[in-house]
């Protein structure tokens, strides 16, 4: 009866052993995660030896060495991710805020939602963890040269970057420049007006 | 003579400074631990607040981390023992200018993707020395032991 009881003792720990050592990582690890807005995208690892594609957030694959193909993607409990990563999920900065900024027609001069929007904007500096930087990004439609568009967004950026110095922002810490017509809120066919696009930005980063 | 030298070159301290600003491809944000930048094999403390530029080396020694925010606003973090090379980076959009590459020698990273990846997803990889990893607007975890 007790050689019994100590052999299946055995075997119970050699099979928790087993499980655990299968249940740890590979010593090189990539992880797809969702994006903060829940969307996910997909990662393609490749090496000499293989590649595989991660579409799925948690989903994970590695190898122990460059001599090794990426293994089959397995799927990492928030646990796992967690022991794994704890301190660059920790050291992730702030996630940046964006505002966007409107205009009068033709004019470089703000709406008046837009104008009272600066204090959301300010308010948001105030509470950043750390001292922020500020980025101004001029944007415009497809319609019209995209010179005269570029020139126009660029100046609607100074426009805003004036008032935001005025309120007492730190000059050092902002940038500011123009997408043109590369980076729209509503993509278009070319020449298509789209009020939606003709604006500026600011970031809180 | 020797005053208008020491004048001009007083006179050139803003502009190189400026200058270092002017090519920043982003800032660190936090430090935990020891960490410097190596640019152009010369090393400097990571603090909070200093500008780094493209082909960069972001090294943590030790237990620690730093987390750095990019002009196109992604973000990424790295950790204890680690090493990331800012291989490439080119946001001007107007340009169609997109590409962030980086070097992750050994460590931990996290990488968040910002405008880039929104404008450019084929433009923003991580090279390792065992793998290289092809993002496509997204979020991504990775540890390289050496």
Same mark, same amino acid.
């Given at each position: ?5 100590t &052999?299946?003792?055995t ?7 087993f ?7 590979p010593?090189?690890?990539?992880v ?6 829940? /969307? ?9 030896k ?6 799925k ?15 089959? +993607?397995? /799927? ?8 794994? &990563? ?6 992730? +900065? ?11 027609t033709? /004019?470089?001069d703000?709406?008046d ?34 010179a ?18 005025? &309120?007492?922002?730190? /000059? ?11 980076? +729209? ?21 | ?10 006179l ?10 002017? =090519? ?6 936090s ?14 403390p990571?603090?909070a607040g ?7 080396i ?11 925010? @990019?002009?196109?606003? =992604?973000r990424v ?11 490439? @980076?080119? @946001? ?6 997109? =590409? @962030? ?21 084929? =433009? ?17 975890l ?5």
């Amino acid at each position: 009866m007790e050689r019994n009881g100590t &052999f299946r003792a055995t075997l119970a720990t050699l099979l928790l052993l087993f499980v655990a050592a299968c249940s740890t990582e590979p010593k090189n690890l990539f992880v797809l995660l969702k994006d903060d807005d829940g /969307t996910v995208g997909s990662i393609q690892v490749s090496n000499a030896k293989g590649s595989q594609v991660l579409s799925k957030a948690g989903q994970a694959t590695g190898m122990d060495s460059a001599e090794a193909p990426p293994q089959e +993607p397995f /799927t990492l409990t928030q646990e796992r991710i967690d022991a794994n &990563f704890q301190t660059v999920i920790e050291a992730q +900065p702030e996630e940046p805020v964006t505002f966007l900024f409107y205009f009068k027609t033709g /004019t470089t001069d703000l709406t008046d939602e837009s104008e009272r929007q600066i204090n959301d904007v300010m308010a948001t500096i105030q509470r950043r963890k750390v001292k922020p930087r500020i980025a101004i990004v001029g944007h415009t439609d497809t319609v019209g040269s995209a010179a005269v568009n570029q020139r126009l967004s660029l100046q609607r950026a100074e426009e805003v970057k004036e008032l935001l110095f005025s &309120f007492g922002i730190d /000059t050092e810490a902002v940038e500011v420049s123009s997408h043109g017509e590369s980076n +729209p809120v509503v993509p278009t066919a070319d020449n298509v007006a789209e009020p939606r696009n003709r604006r500026v930005e600011i970031t809180v980063r | 003579m020797r005053a208008f030298v020491l004048l001009g070159l007083l006179l050139l301290l803003p502009v190189t400074a400026h200058a270092a600003e002017e =090519s920043a491809i982003g800032h660190i944000r936090s430090v935990t631990g020891e960490a410097v930048v190596i640019r152009n094999g010369a090393e400097q403390p990571a603090t909070a607040g200093t500008a780094v530029q493209g082909a960069d080396i972001l090294a943590v020694r030790g237990d620690g981390s730093m987390g750095v925010t @990019f002009r196109d606003n =992604s973000r990424v973090s790295i950790g204890s023992n680690s090493r990331l090379r800012l291989a490439q @980076f080119e @946001f001007e959009p107007a340009e169609n200018k997109l =590409s @962030f590459i980086m070097g992750l020698v050994r460590g931990t990273m996290l990488y968040v993707s910002g405008v880039i990846g929104k404008l450019s997803p084929e =433009s923003v990889s991580v090279e390792t020395p065992v793998a290289t990893i092809a993002l496509r607007g997204t979020k991504l975890l990775a540890r390289v032991e050496e």
